[in-house]
């Protein structure tokens, strides 16, 4: 069924049309897109045609997302490794303030630890994060199935609901390494003030956490030592927050051991995304957003974000019709 002949199904604008709506509407302001469709291609329409477009593109977009699959044109040979990690940032919400948007990022990496390919996925602020855990989750199962070879680490911050969602899916789980070094930098800080040694140790500690297999046992070794010596047993002490997170996630700390394999071994890949899937587009100044419209414009710059899925998901309109 092509897409003229589709007719007007999109609130009266065919699927040529609601596509290029949808598509800027996920990459710019209302205004912009209009004022971008007058001055570059000699349309005038109202703002509220524009939203009346994306929202009945998105309920279609929520409609298929269980349904149809997308391929993702990465040979399975050439994928070593599934990287999965899962973060937050917040968005406003009307009447409500800023609340947490939720991101999950699937990179999927060569021998050598070069990243390949990247699949976004985002959900608005909801009461929990069921709905969130259960569509990152059906993408997680889609990448497995399609590379049944690939090792699956995760990567991520210290959020405890993080890890208590990512070990259920991986086989391994990495501490974000920058996170990590956050912790020395403020343990340094407290022992060595500005010294000429702070910089020192610093280079020398995180050379270590990051190339030595035994260099968080070690460095945590130290710590506790100087802990024991100095007498800090306050819990809110720069130390003290040191050694506790060395010491819950120390299992967590195989940076020498992902770098032999080429794995990943921070968690950047989500933290980019929370800043292009969410921020880039909802925390523009002034702006507020209900639940709904969210999870429209979020679909969509997922589709665009995870290169080949927007055209993929157009050509099933065009093939399939909705």
């Not at 897409?3 to 709506?21: D, Q, S, Y």
């Not at 399975?76 to 490794?81: F, H, Y």
């Not at 199935?145 to 969602?165: C, E, K």
């Amino acid at each position: 069924m092509p897409m003229e002949a589709a007719g007007r199904v999109f609130t009266n604008a065919t699927p040529r049309m609601a596509r290029t709506l949808s598509w800027k509407y996920a990459n710019m302001t209302g205004g912009k897109v209009l004022e971008d469709l007058q001055g570059n291609h000699g349309v005038q329409i109202s703002k509220k045609f524009l939203q009346s477009v994306n929202e009945r593109v998105g309920e279609v977009m929520i409609d298929k997302e269980a349904k149809w699959s997308y391929a993702d044109r990465v040979p399975v040979g050439e994928v070593k490794s599934i990287a999965i990690s899962r973060d937050g940032t917040t968005a406003p919400i009307i009447s409500e303030g800023y609340k947490e948007t939720m991101v999950g990022t699937i990179g999927l990496y060569g021998d050598k630890g070069d990243r390949l390919h990247t699949i976004y996925t985002g959900c608005p602020p909801q009461e929990g994060k069921a709905t969130f855990d259960h569509v990152f989750s059906r993408e997680i199962e889609r990448a497995r199935s399609a590379y049944p070879q690939a090792l699956t680490v995760a990567v991520a911050d210290g959020a405890r609901d993080n890890w208590s969602f990512l070990a259920d899916c991986t086989t391994q789980q990495t501490i974000d390494f920058w996170h990590a070094t956050e912790y020395l930098a403020d343990y340094s800080r407290q022992v060595y003030g500005q010294r000429q040694e702070r910089g020192e140790w610093m280079d020398k500690t995180c050379h270590s956490l990051k190339h030595e297999r035994d260099g968080p046992k070690q460095i945590l070794g130290e710590m506790q030592g100087y802990a024991l010596g100095h007498s800090i047993t306050d819990k809110s002490h720069p130390v003290t927050k040191a050694i506790t997170y060395f010491t819950n996630h120390k299992e967590k700390m195989t940076y020498a051991e992902n770098l032999e394999k080429g794995l990943p071994i921070g968690s950047g890949v989500v933290e980019a995304g929370c800043k292009t899937l969410v921020k880039q587009r909802f925390g523009k100044s002034g702006c507020r957003w209900t639940r709904d419209t969210m999870d429209h414009i979020l679909l969509a710059r997922s589709l665009v974000l995870t290169s080949g899925r927007w055209n993929q998901f157009w050509n099933k309109i065009d093939r399939y019709g909705f």
